[in-house]
């Protein structure tokens, strides 16, 4: 069986990277990995497969930042040549990114089957580029890998055939899994900030509801600043952040009250988000580390895909529109005892269902 798996972006790196592994020692499995460079800093990009061992893309179509349409348009093509060469038998695509959405688009026009892994998640709101992105793929998509129940019902309401969605579990918590103890042994990430256990929030921002609107990112950064005076807030800083902090004049205040740092790699993360106390962020892949870490999250949106991390009690959304809503929820989750313990996202072996299931002959 050939397989042509599409990543491009930072957390499709680390799905990626965690389902390879399993299907690369998975007796007749052919995979061909298409690197689209939607993110190509070494910090976005390069860093991960080097950490995580990922095998060096067999293609890597370069295509690089632009607007949506520009973007989208540049990778379809560039993999259509890919598929058209290559004629595997599925593409895989992970999450709801734009190499995501042109992967599958791809795929789809040209009759090879795609397999969507984390499949069925949504926002429901449609403002949002990646729920776009989802919907697309979802229902572009020959055999859905749903990471959770609730995304499995998001599917079913929208009338995918049953037969089509598979719960699997999720492919990050495999990779958590799988990286923690590496990053407890190589990671020197604590130290080198002088950051002490327990006692620092980590923060990230990247969303462009956020980024892109000056209020919202005004009420995000205002808000940490205050919580900074009570306690260290490290903040690895997305490329969109940094740009946007600039062109608000942001970027030189933040930085004079916290630990404003560059992208790191994932055993970094890994250290500062089992460590922190609290973490405050807008990243889907954050918040579910965070749970499976037991640090409590304070999800800076209006809404959450990962709706089963609220209600269990370890995560709470703020939409971002006033520092001090911001500030007054930092403060007081900063001595939140947790939620309640659940395993909703699996047992950390979805990788092994989803080889199992690309393998075992599901499809058209
Ligand atoms: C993308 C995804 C988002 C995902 C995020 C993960 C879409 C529509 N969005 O958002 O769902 O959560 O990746 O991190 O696909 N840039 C650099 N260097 C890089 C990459 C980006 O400087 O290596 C800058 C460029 O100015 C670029 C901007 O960041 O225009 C945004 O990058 P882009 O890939 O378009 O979107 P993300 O915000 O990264
Ligand atoms: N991540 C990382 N370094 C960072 C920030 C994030 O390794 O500086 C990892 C994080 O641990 C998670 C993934 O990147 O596994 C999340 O990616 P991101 O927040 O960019 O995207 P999202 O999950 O929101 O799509």
């Known amino acids: 069986m050939r397989l ?16 390879s592994r399993v299907l690369r020692a ?41 607007s949506h349409g520009f973007q989208t348009g540049r990778m379809l ?16 695509v992970y999450g709801d990114t734009n190499s995501t959405l042109a992967g599958a688009l791809a795929a789809v026009k040209l ?39 609730a995304a499995v019902e998001n599917l079913r309401r929208e009338d995918i055939p049953a037969s089509r969605i598979k719960l699997v579990g999720d492919v990050m918590y495999d990779a958590a899994l799988f990286y923690v103890a590496k990053a407890e042994k190589e990671s020197r990430i604590l130290e080198e900030l002088r950051l002490v256990r327990q006692r620092y929030i980590l923060a990230t921002v990247h969303r462009a509801e956020n980024t892109d609107d000056s209020d919202r990112l005004r009420a995000i950064f205002g808000g940490l600043i205050q919580v900074a005076a009570d306690i260290p807030v490290v903040l690895p800083v997305h490329p969109r952040t940094r740009h946007a902090l600039e062109r608000e004049n942001l970027l030189r205040g933040a930085s004079r009250y ?33 749970f499976f870490y037991r640090v409590p999250c304070v999800t800076l ?13 370890w995560n709470r959304v703020v939409p971002p529109q006033d520092e001090r809503d911001v500030a007054e929820a930092l403060h007081s989750w900063l001595n939140h005892p947790g939620g309640r313990d659940a395993d909703p996202y699996g047992r950390g072996d979805a990788a092994e269902k989803i080889a199992e299931c690309l393998v075992g002959g599901a499809g058209p």
């Not at 009759?111 to 969507?116: G, K, L, N, S, T």
């Not at 560059?262 to 988000?273: H, R």
Request: net charge negative; aromatic share 6%.
């Open 4 to 19: 042509v798996t599409v990543v491009g972006a930072r957390p499709q790196f680390i799905k990626a990277a965690a389902v």
């Open 26 to 66: 998975t007796a007749g499995v052919g995979e061909v990995l298409v690197h689209t460079g939607q993110h190509y800093d070494d910090s976005m990009s390069a860093v991960f497969f080097d950490e995580l061992e990922i095998p060096s893309p067999d293609y890597h179509l370069g295509v690089g930042s632009g």
């Open 77 to 92: 093509e560039a993999v259509e040549q890919v598929l058209l060469q290559e004629k595997p038998d599925w593409v895989l």
């Open 111 to 149: 009759h090879i089957p795609v397999a969507h892994v984390e499949a069925g998640l949504r926002s429901f709101n449609r403002r949002m580029p990646e729920e776009i992105n989802r919907v697309l793929t979802d229902h572009a998509s020959e055999i859905l890998f749903a990471p959770t129940e």
């Open 258 to 290: 916290f630990h404003l740092i560059d992208p790191v790699g994932y055993l970094d993360m890994v250290m500062l988000e089992k460590h922190a106390r609290l973490i405050a962020t807008d990243s889907g892949g954050v918040q579910k580390e965070a």
């Open 301 to 313: 949106r209006d809404e959450t895909e990962w709706v089963e991390l609220v209600d269990l009690g």
